[in-house]
């Protein structure tokens, strides 16, 4: 058995934790285990989880903690932990590249560095350490992976793009677990009190990309045209008690439900009608592949890659447009039926089994030539 290790800010839920886990849950463990490298000293959403499935948990401080004190505790992590042959580091931007420098000091022969962004917002300092990271990437990793073209062309230099030097990884689902189901669907719109409701939904950490601001100014004006319909959002954030604010000054508080992280994910799209994505931007968005598998037409802002559409349930719109025109749009997106878009996801590579069967073939293919 190879153990591999999964370098990330933390394994709370996000979209591309989610992609780590599904990896994780679908991979061979007896051939290839992965522990987790993460830069925060609090317990995690999905550490449990790890640990049932034989993962270790190392934990350093972030960089805003100390730039020194970071450095010194990757230092000590990876001269105490010589077993690593692999690492693979999932980051936003090339801002922060030390796990892979410091491994290649103590000469871990694979270095991954994979994008699951096409933009980070940040300040200067951020910005400036991104576009010096361009450069020093080439001599720090050995393997450019990008969960799409966008990400990859956010990601890299013009010249590993130019010459395709880099490997598409596609953001894997449980295709089973988000198959439509009615009597499902049934079952969850009466746990939660909303039958015979016109039910609107979004998943999305509250974080400035996802536009939260923007979507309740589009379910204001669909319950101006139907007061029978009701938003379900899907998740945690720093922003969240901005949008609690506003959907109460907006009179909203009894069709907004706030149903914070939820290990139901696929439960609760089979009770959705339409959803709503008005991110500013996204690598390519796991939730909007999971929505496609149960079926659901969604309302995409046209700033995300149009390679997430794999079905004809996605629609975009331009963040230019008022929110009326959205929600006019919405109102005519519901569909009477609902049907099984198992296949349509497997044929186009977004199926979690197939993709971690790939990633162990990289791994094993490349630590053989060490």
């Not at 499902?184 to 009190?193: E, T």
């Not at 204001?220 to 319909?229: E, I, L, M, T």
């Not at 230019?320 to 049907?339: D, G």
Request: net charge positive; with cysteine; hydrophobic share 40%.
């Amino acid at each position: 058995m190879i153990r591999v290790l999964q370098v990330v800010n933390s394994m709370n839920v996000g979209g591309m934790e989610t992609f780590i886990m599904n990896i994780y849950r679908n991979i061979d463990r007896t051939t290839v285990q992965f522990d987790f490298l993460v830069h925060t000293e609090k317990e995690s959403y999905y550490d449990e989880e790890i640990k049932k499935l034989g993962g270790n948990i190392f934990n350093i401080p972030p960089r805003n903690k100390g730039i020194k004190k970071n450095r010194e505790s990757l230092e000590a992590f990876f001269k105490k932990n010589n077993v690593y042959k692999i690492v693979h580091q999932h980051v936003s931007s090339l801002s922060y590249i030390e796990p892979l420098i410091v491994s290649k000091k103590y000469n871990v022969p694979v270095r991954i560095i994979h994008g699951h962004s096409t933009r980070q917002p940040g300040s200067s300092f951020h910005k400036f350490f991104h576009r010096l990271n361009q450069w020093r990437i080439d001599s720090i990793a050995t393997d450019y992976f990008a969960c799409s073209e966008n990400s990859a062309k956010w990601l890299f230099d013009k010249s590993k793009v130019t010459k395709n030097m880099y490997t598409i990884i596609n953001n894997g689902i449980q295709t089973g677990k988000f198959t439509f189901d009615v009597k499902l669907r049934d079952k969850v719109r009466k746990s939660l009190g909303i039958e015979g409701k016109l039910v609107l939904g979004h998943t999305g950490r509250f974080a400035p990309p996802k536009n939260h601001d923007f979507l309740i100014d589009i379910f204001k004006s669909v319950n101006k045209f139907n007061p029978n319909a009701v938003l379900l959002l899907i998740g945690e954030g720093e922003l969240k008690p901005q949008i609690e604010k506003k959907v109460q000054l907006n009179g909203l508080d009894d069709n907004v439900f706030f149903l914070g992280v939820r290990a139901d994910v696929g439960d609760i799209l089979q009770a959705i009608d339409v959803f709503i994505f008005p991110s500013y931007y996204e690598g390519l968005p796991l939730t909007l592949v999971e929505a496609q598998a149960a079926d659901l037409p969604c309302l995409v802002s046209d700033s995300i890659t149009k390679k997430v559409r794999i079905t004809d349930t996605i629609t975009y719109k331009s963040l230019s447009e008022k929110p009326k025109t959205w929600a006019l749009k919405v109102l005519n997106l519901p569909k009477e039926k609902r049907v099984d878009k198992t296949d349509s996801i497997f044929k186009s590579g977004y199926d979690a089994f197939e993709i971690s069967t790939k990633l162990m073939k990289f791994y094993l293919e490349r630590l053989a030539k060490y």
